[in-house]
């Protein structure tokens, strides 16, 4: 599903794909005059750091490379290098760790999740409805056919809502929608332009027949408010499922900025920080990557101090991580996102394939440290002995 999501046009409304394509050897030699004005290395030199990384434990790509600056001998520091992992490898790990495969699904399909997290009290962001046209339900919060979904969305009460697919990722195809306005049949998005709502109800009957679902708007705790807007700003808590039991493995704060309604790094102009796992205290901010990446100090809509900025109910959201991750232990590796809003801290979403690239580019350190290696060899005797079991079951059937 997820390369046919990547793989579509984007809409007039929503957005559905990520724009730019992979970077080849033949893009990365392209860099390399670039890559040597930034760090003062001969281009041969540049090379050489390459194969030796493409050929390690890290199997990392050219758009690694260059996206995670390991050409940059200012960024990473001793050993940190050769612990970075690039996408692919990243791929692996969580598909080898989280080997309980029927698990996954669940985590795959929001309206699932939430649904099992609520049911043991965990909060996450309210459900208004849910447009699933393959459904025939009278259930009033499912909109089970094109008109339905019009109705709702020209409803005065609906509002404010947040649109995303049931199934989506890397919160491409969401929307943002403050208040319906009748006498134009339109919805205010949160940037203060409008759509149409029939446009609106075309482009995810088009895109998203599988199922779309909407959450109530919620607003982000008033200092984060003040920062950025009326956006959440989610935290990802990277949690791992060790010898030890469920622990924390790393954090990273992701700051909306400019245009931009969704948090994700990907979208030009949000920012990175680096936060103290112990205190929220953010140490770095930075926009972009590879060779466009920036430093901040304040945030660039409101001016705010960055550096210094205390991350609000910090502390409230590594514990709704740990219970989430104790809940979800039979998923041994997941990136959470997490939100403080107005009513306290909420889970936004699980992921079941951290992108290791947020936390290591934040934190300037590869993942395969210690713990992490650790971490991958306990879940693999995990994974052999459960093979075994379900060998025997079978078996004995």
Known sequence: MRAAEEGRENSAILTVARSGGEITMQGLFAQLNRISAATGKNPLQIASEYVRLATGPGKISPADFLRLRLFDDKFYSGASRGAVVGQRYNRDICYTVNYRHDWLGLLENKVSSFS????????????????????????????????????????LESYPLFGKPVEGFNSLGSIGLMEYLPSTREAKKMDGSAVKVGDLAAEIERHYPTGYMFQKLMAPEKSVARMCGERLATARFVTIAA??????????????????????????GNLLAQVDMQTGNIRRVTSGAGLEMQEHTAHPDSATALIGFTHPQWDAMKALALEGARLMRTVPLIGWDLACTDAGPVIVEMNEYPDAFMTQFAERRGILDETFTRFIAYQKHNAAAFQTEMKSRFVSL
């Open 243 to 268: 010898e030890n039991g469920v622990q924390i493995f790393r954090a990273v704060w992701k700051i909306p900025a400019g245009g931009n309604t969704a948090d994700n790094y990907w979208r030009p």
């Open 116 to 155: 099992y997290l609520n049911a043991y009290g965990l909060p996450t962001i309210p459900l208004k409805a849910i447009y699933a046209p393959q459904m025939k339900t009278s259930a009033p919060h499912t909109l089970y056919s094109r008109s339905a979904l019009e109705d709702f969305l020209e409803r």
